[in-house]
């Protein structure tokens, strides 16, 4: 039985019970328990302090290679995770550094830096931070946003998922750079909030307003950049409504993630070609060399207040399961992980 309680002599785990059919469940994934590893030389041991929750993870439970090799039926849950180096045999990384990295649903694991790659944060950054709007989510919004969409002042941009980790930071950095930005999202208070807190100029409510009318009255002249995380109608909405030379972004698509069967695709994709626009997807890893340069220009657009961030913290290793099941249902608000120290 999962417990809440963390121990110094138990490494907590969450491991894969069983590949995934159509929406992912709680019961596949199995609770273990290990004995924490000892960091051998060059190597430092992490005390998990916050493990992220990524629509990515679903994929990854399947038996399929796509960009990272599949999770075997008994491997530790792989996941991205915020913690603290406890134990140092690296000067390169000194007790007490706070690092990030794939450690796995797990309380406790041991890397040399490379076969986990760790990724190291100045003292003013937190967990939550680092994991949150600096970590993978901050970066796939900046480097998505920036390299693939190409963002101009005056621009009307779409973004869908906009209330996500992703999602959020994407739209404010569109607004930074002059943009009029629109969000869809799953719920009134989600809309509300990227308007009145984060300053998208408007808000679509996908589940209870028509997408294909809320942007014909919002772009009269059609969307110049579509950054695209959910893929399926909402996609095929946007893609009839781009403008000459407009950027679609693919940078995620949830609404297949969770189904089984053939996918539909884009009925629109023809405007590519009416409106010389370009699709194009991307993988936020290529860009892991200049993830530090990234951070650095958003750490200075959230000290200057120019970028909010929220984060969705849910208290207790045992919810891990739980909380992957309702990232799907939209749960959150911003970026979402468990709490697990
Ligand atoms: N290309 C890359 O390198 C890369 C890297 C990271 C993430 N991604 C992708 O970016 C997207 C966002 O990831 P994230 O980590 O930031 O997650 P997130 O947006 O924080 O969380 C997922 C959100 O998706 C929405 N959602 C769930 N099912 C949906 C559906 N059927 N239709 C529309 N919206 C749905 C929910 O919000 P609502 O309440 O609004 O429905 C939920 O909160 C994902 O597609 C992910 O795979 C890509």
Redesign the pocket.
Known sequence: MATDTSSNEINRQFRLAARPRGMVKETDLDYAEATVPVPGPGEVLVRTRYI?????MR?QMENRAD?VAPLQIGDVMRAGAAGEVVESNNPKFPVGTLVTGSFGMQDWCVSDGRTIPLRTFPADVDGVTALGVLG??G???Y??LLEIGQPKAGDVVVV??????????AGQIAKIKGCHVIG????AE?CRWLMDELGFDAAIN??TQNVAEELDRLCPQGINLYF?????E?LDACLARIAMNARVV??????R??TTGPIPGPRNYFNLVYRRARME??????YAARFAEASIEMKRWIDAGLIRHHATVIDGFRYLPKTLVD??????????MVRVD
């Open positions: 992220s929750l990524d629509p990515s994929g960009y993978g989510t970066m796939t919004a480097f998505g869908s998922g906009a209330a996500g980790a992703t999602g959020s930071i869809i999202a799953g719920a989600k996908y589940k695209d995380n959910v893929g399926g909402i693919i940078c995620g698509g949830i609404t993630y969770n997807g991307f993988i936020v890893i290529d990232l799907f249902a939209g749960v959150n608000t911003g970026k979402l």
